[in-house]
T-cell receptor, first 115, second 113 residues
Framework: GAGVSQSPSNKVTEKGKDVELRCDPI?????LYWYRQRLGQGLEFLIY????????KSGLPSDRFSAERTGESVSTLTIQRTQQEDSAVYLC?????????????FGPGTRLLVL | AQSVTQPDIHITVSEGASLELRCNYS??????LFWYVQSPGQGLQLLLK??????LVQGIKGFEAEFKRSQSSFNLRKPSVHWSDAAEYFC???????????FGAGTRLFVKA
């Protein structure tokens, strides 16, 4: 596609339920990133994929969070047993490196509300 | 510990005036430094980044930033602000390996006519 897409755009769920967020990066981008932005706060790095592997999972806030990426394309971020503090906008980005310069492109985000 | 401080929660400037947004970081090694802009209708966008080399970095939309190691700063500047620059600006610091970053809390820019 023309840009990074994320789905759903909005998700309302009940505390304790599992949710799955999807990111479709720009075709050919090998690097993929997940971030979280809670209301009134800055961005938090969650996880980074290079291809299908995740060399850095240090940003995941707890073991309820996991992420996968298949085929160097789609990535899913799963939050199990959601809590109210998980409410946030979850942003995905992909990047390409051309001539040694890496450029990052963001998706529109998924707004998650846990009741 | 690694951290990023943006001392100004919000700044108001007149259209056409110059702008400087402050960013200070704490990082154990040579940092990778970034500025992002988040506009209500356009989402998040990378303005510029510093990895190495020239300490004055040019970005998109007429922005530039200067890395000053002695001051642990990476301030963002623009010589003449346009009303469309009104947005929230985030400074971030990272390590090798791309965009694993720690973000500042952001500075909201208001532009008055």
């Amino acid at each position: 596609g023309a840009g990074v897409s994320q789905s759903p755009s909005n998700k309302v769920t009940e505390k304790g339920k599992d949710v799955e967020l999807r990111c479709d990066p720009i075709s050919g981008h090998t690097a993929l990133y997940w971030y979280r932005q809670r209301l009134g706060q800055g961005l938090e790095f969650l996880i980074y994929f290079q291809g299908n592997s995740a060399p850095d999972k240090s940003g995941l806030p707890s073991d309820r969070f996991s992420a996968e990426r298949t085929g160097e394309s789609v990535s899913t971020l799963t939050i199990q047993r959601t809590q109210q503090e998980d409410s946030a906008v979850y942003l995905c980005a992909s990047s390409s490196t051309v001539g040694g310069r890496e450029t990052q492109y963001f998706g529109p985000g998924t707004r998650l509300l846990v009741l | 510990a690694q951290s990023v401080t943006q001392p100004d929660i919000h700044i108001t400037v007149s259209e056409g005036a110059s702008l400087e947004l402050r960013c200070n970081y704490s990082y154990g090694a040579t940092p990778y430094l970034f500025w992002y802009v988040q506009s209500p209708g356009q989402g998040l966008q990378l303005l510029l980044k510093y990895f190495s080399g020239d300490t004055l970095v040019q970005g998109i939309k007429g922005f530039e930033a200067e890395f000053k190691r002695s001051q642990s700063s990476f301030n963002l500047r623009k010589p003449s602000v346009h009303w469309s620059d009104a947005a929230e600006y985030f400074c971030a610091v990272g390590s090798t390996g791309g965009f694993k970053t720690i973000f500042g809390a952001g500075t909201r820019l208001f532009v008055k006519a």
